[in-house]
């Protein structure tokens, strides 16, 4: 794990970790190695590679986007302003615009405070971490770099139609006539997704409702989307909706709620598309890619219904280089995010919506019993909230590493433990699964308050 990058590129709190100053310089880093890389794609001396460039609806989204447009532009790369647009929006433009790379700024499902940089390659793809390491040790070693002189310095422009774009894509990839006869809630937690959701769901004359649509710049995933499902859970209960829809700041994930009023993981839509995708035969060598944070009842089904399923580090980057290694067409993880490789090539929380929605009016079938195909063991899932300088040496504490070999050792052939740090902030997670719901909870969170106190939370 570097320095600056995380499991999906940069983040920290805006205006301190973050800083306008970094992002400038991160900008200025890509550009010196965007420039080095793609000089045979540039047809004569007076081209400029070109970046476009989306946000989310933060605050500090302007502030850090207008410093990394000046690290662009002084290093010769002009830019593109998509504006706010998800994150899945804008693989799809790099691609149809043929820019020359991306950059998202959000924070995805963290807290206004927080923010994020992330970068795409020329196809839409995250960048490797070989490129990510590059870019890193540039910045954190202050390696100089000349900027252009006047007559090279790069532009910007603004691209008005972002959401328009985005919007056909999705209604030219997951094909639907109409979803007339159902009954869909959304919830846009207040981010990216409320640009482009309402004139998706009116072009496919669909009975919707959106709660959590009204960005302020410091609302976004307050009490709501994919990370709160409890008012989406609710909104569908009292108004007797078919399926509940929930996106996260960026829009590259997705959970649902089923008409019931229940929570539809990850796992479990997973469950639902493979299972039709292999049925319909369009699963690319009957395999799923997910990541050890899967619930084994997902394995299970996979046994069950003849379908391989990988397994991966955690991180939606990883389920993509598995894809492509493996040449298999889909994937995600329990958190949300989910790769359609025939379609896009990142996470996509409205296509995925829209693929299960398919699926709903092809078959007929309400989302609940369409969720019959796997079995959920019991899991509990906490955070321990520990120091930044602590949260990789947990296993260092022998007190600590006592305690998670006795919890190993008593779950073993009955269920499993899994620590691991986060990628994007400061917690090590406890994962525990097993027969029993109520000792699975206990033990996790006598795990986590043993972790916090031996790791000096902050």
Not at 128 to 156: M, R
Request: glycine share 8%; hydrophobic share 40%.
């Amino acid at each position: 794990m570097g320095k600056l990058f995380g499991t999906d590129g940069v983040r920290g709190l805006a205006g301190e970790k973050l800083s306008p100053e970094l992002a400038f310089n991160l900008g200025k880093a890509f550009a010196y190695i965007l420039k080095t890389r793609s000089e045979k794609d540039i047809a004569t001396p007076t081209d400029k590679p070109v970046v476009l460039i989306g946000k989310d609806t933060r605050i500090s989204g302007d502030m850090l986007e207008a410093a990394i447009v000046s690290g662009f532009t002084s290093m010769g790369v002009s830019v593109i302003l998509a504006e706010v647009v998800p994150t899945p929006g804008v693989a799809f433009l790099i691609k149809k615009h043929k820019a020359h790379a991306g950059v998202v700024i959000s924070a995805s499902h963290n807290p206004f405070m927080d923010n994020g940089i992330k970068f795409f390659d020329k196809d839409g793809y995250k960048l490797s971490d070989e490129l990510e390491n590059e870019i890193e040790e540039t910045v954190l070693n202050s390696i100089p770099l000349e900027a252009s002189k006047y007559e090279n310095i790069g532009y910007k422009k603004a691209l008005a139609t972002a959401n328009e774009e985005y919007k056909d894509f999705l209604l030219n990839s997951i094909k639907i006539d109409d979803l007339k006869g159902l009954k869909i809630a959304i919830d846009c937690a207040n981010g990216a997704t409320s640009s482009v959701t309402p004139m998706l769901f009116e072009a496919l004359s669909s009975d919707f409702s959106l709660i959590h649509a009204e960005p302020n710049g410091v609302n976004i995933n307050e009490n709501c989307g994919c990370t709160h499902m409890d008012s989406i859970a609710l909104f569908v209960k009292e108004n007797n909706m078919d399926i509940g829809i929930a996106y996260d700041g960026d829009g590259d994930r997705c959970l649902l709620i089923d008409e019931l009023g229940n929570t539809i993981d990850g796992d479990m839509i997973m469950s639902i598309c493979a299972k039709y995708m292999k049925d319909n035969g369009t699963l690319k060598n009957n395999t799923l890619v997910t990541t050890i944070m899967s619930n084994l009842g997902l394995f299970i089904m996979g046994e069950k219904e003849g379908i391989t399923v990988e397994k991966t580090d955690v991180g939606d980057k990883y389920v993509l280089e598995r894809l492509l290694k493996t040449g298999t067409n889909f994937g995600g993880e329990q958190s949300g995010h989910f790769i359609f490789l025939d379609y896009n090539t990142t996470g996509d929380g409205i296509l995925t919506s829209l693929y299960v929605l398919k699926i709903m009016k092809e078959t007929g079938k309400k989302l609940s019993e369409l969720n019959k195909v796997m079995k959920v063991l019991p899991q509990v899932l906490v955070n321990a909230k520990v120091s930044a300088e602590n949260k990789h040496s947990y296993m260092e504490n022998a007190e600590i590493k006592a305690e998670i070999e006795k919890l190993e050792k008593k779950f073993d052939g009955k269920g499993r433990v899994l620590i691991r740090p986060s990628g994007t902030e400061n917690l090590v997670r406890v994962l525990i699964e097993g027969e029993d719901e109520t000792e699975i909870l206990t033990e996790a969170n006598n795990l986590k308050n043993l972790l916090e106190v031996k790791l000096c939370a902050e």
